[in-house]
Structure formats: C-alpha cells, structure tokens
C-alpha cells in the first residue's frame, strides 16, 4: 500500500497531443505490473485532442463542463457532466471541449505490456471541428 499525501501537479501535454489550451493532472499511474493510468484532464473552450488511438481502450469520465467526442467515421457527440465513454481498443477517436464550453473528464487507461498508452494521428483540424454552440 502507498498513501500520496501531495498535493498532485498540473501540466499541459505536447502541442504535437493537443490543439488548444488543456491542463493535465495526474492521479493515478501505477507501477508494474499494474498498468493503469487515470488523469483528470480539463480543455479550455475550443481545445481538443488529436486523432489518437489506444491499445487497450480507454474510459472517460465527464465531470464537468460540456465537450465533444467522436470516432473515426462516426458522427460528432456532445457530453456532458455525468456521460461516460468508453472507447474501444484501437479505435482512432479525439474529445475535448465545444468551441464556446469548457469540459473536464478523467480519463482511464491500461497501458499495453509493452508500456504504449497511446499512437498519435494528426490533429483535428478547424474544418472538422464544430465552429458553433454545442446544443
């Protein structure tokens, strides 16, 4: 058993992740052999993640806010507070905020055996990106 009783930091991941301003806060990464990772990530209004991918998945939790998700040929989603996403193993997906909301989720992961959490894709550019209220 580990107790962590300081205060966790607050980053803000590599534009070569993110188009915007987002702030990342880690919660859980565990050690081997356990693989998890849980982050509280929080995307100012306009901001979102890049095309991206996970080996084994990943959970999102809404806790705030209202943003979007969407997976590769899929329609645009809006969340909210209280949805849940899961996302499936190796399904290129990008969230973050809408273009006037902010949006805060934790995110879940395992990481692969081989320690990959996620393979990048290009970012998600203005054109795809709604430019309007998020209803």
């Known amino acids: 058993m580990q107790i962590t009783r300081t205060e966790a930091t607050t980053g803000t991941p590599s534009p070569e992740w993110v188009t915007g301003t987002v702030?990342?806060?880690?919660i859980?990464?565990?050690e081997g052999p356990a693989?998890?990772?849980?982050?509280?990530?929080?995307?100012e209004p306009g901001s979102r993640t890049h095309w991206h991918r996970h080996p084994v998945g990943q959970f999102l939790h809404i806790t705030d806010g209202t943003g979007l998700v969407q997976r590769r040929g899929g329609p645009v989603e809006v969340v909210r507070a209280g949805d849940r996403v899961l996302i499936a193993p190796g399904e290129w997906h990008w969230h973050g905020a809408g273009p006037t909301t902010s949006m805060t989720h934790l995110a879940v992961l395992t990481a692969a055996e081989d320690g990959t959490e996620a393979e990048r894709g290009e970012p998600v550019t203005d054109a795809c990106y709604p430019a309007?209220?998020?209803a």
């Open 23 to 26: 702030h990342v806060t880690s």
């Open 28 to 30: 859980a990464a565990a």
């Open 35 to 43: 693989r998890l990772r849980i982050d509280d990530v929080r995307f």
């Open 132 to 134: 309007g209220p998020v």
